[in-house]
């Protein structure tokens, strides 16, 4: 596992520009909530948004354009490949998260923490999941892409419908931040499932599908 982590050092999911994005949003929403502690929900929805675009890194087709060859060939396996890509991929937005929460922390002593709310931790584990895994076969960015374009389609037609709690918060799970779901758990059932369960496919996918490397291209 070690040796997996090196070597996505050496050939990182996260662009570089991307993590310096993130320096500059979390040294930003550090300064911001430092003078005004009610700006802490809009700057963790901040960083969940870069990081949506973070974790939509894309496996298989770096894959198939040789960049992991190392390892597929030197037999490691391809499911503790995936979980580490996975976890290098949300890495740098989970850092900006805890810095601003370790900030929020300092700041607001006795009283409740934004960042620490129930709603904003499931938050986190859909935005570091989901797009993850909509990404796998796909290029880079694009469920980041898409997940734009349905809430901006959402949010154009959302004051002519009704719609239940649970679509709301799969469109728009940044609307969880700062909130208490503990008494709501159905609110968060339905993108839960699809975090764990497109999570789940997608590792199963990448363990079992034919991934050709150059040379037999």
């Known amino acids: 596992m070690r040796e997996l982590v090196r070597f996505f050092r050496v050939v990182p999911p996260v662009p570089s520009l991307m993590v310096v994005t993130f320096l500059v949003v979390t040294i930003v929403s550090v300064a911001a909530i430092a003078i005004d502690r009610s700006l802490v929900a809009g700057m963790l929805k901040a960083v969940l948004v870069v990081q949506l675009f973070a974790v939509s890194s894309g496996f298989v087709g770096h894959a198939r354009r040789g960049h992991y060859d190392l390892l597929l060939t030197r037999g490691e396996g391809r499911m503790a ?3 580490v890509h996975w976890a290098l991929s949300a890495a740098p937005g989970l850092a900006s998260w805890l810095s601003v929460a370790a900030a929020e922390s300092v700041i607001s002593l006795g009283h409740a923490r934004v960042s620490m709310a129930s709603g904003s931790i499931v938050a986190v584990v859909i935005v570091s999941t989901t797009p993850w895994a909509f990404t796998t076969f796909l290029p880079r960015f694009a469920a980041a892409i898409g997940w734009l374009a349905v809430f901006a389609v959402c949010a154009a037609v959302q004051s002519s419908l009704s719609v239940a709690l649970p679509l709301v918060t799969l469109v728009y799970p940044l609307a969880l931040v700062g909130v208490d779901i503990r008494s709501q758990l159905g609110a968060v059932a339905v993108p839960l499932a699809v975090a764990l369960v497109s999570a789940g ?8 599908i034919s ?5 037999a291209q």
């Open 81 to 83: 490949i995936a979980l």
């Open 201 to 208: 496919a997608a590792l199963f996918a990448i363990r079992r």
């Open 211 to 215: 991934i050709p490397l150059d040379g």
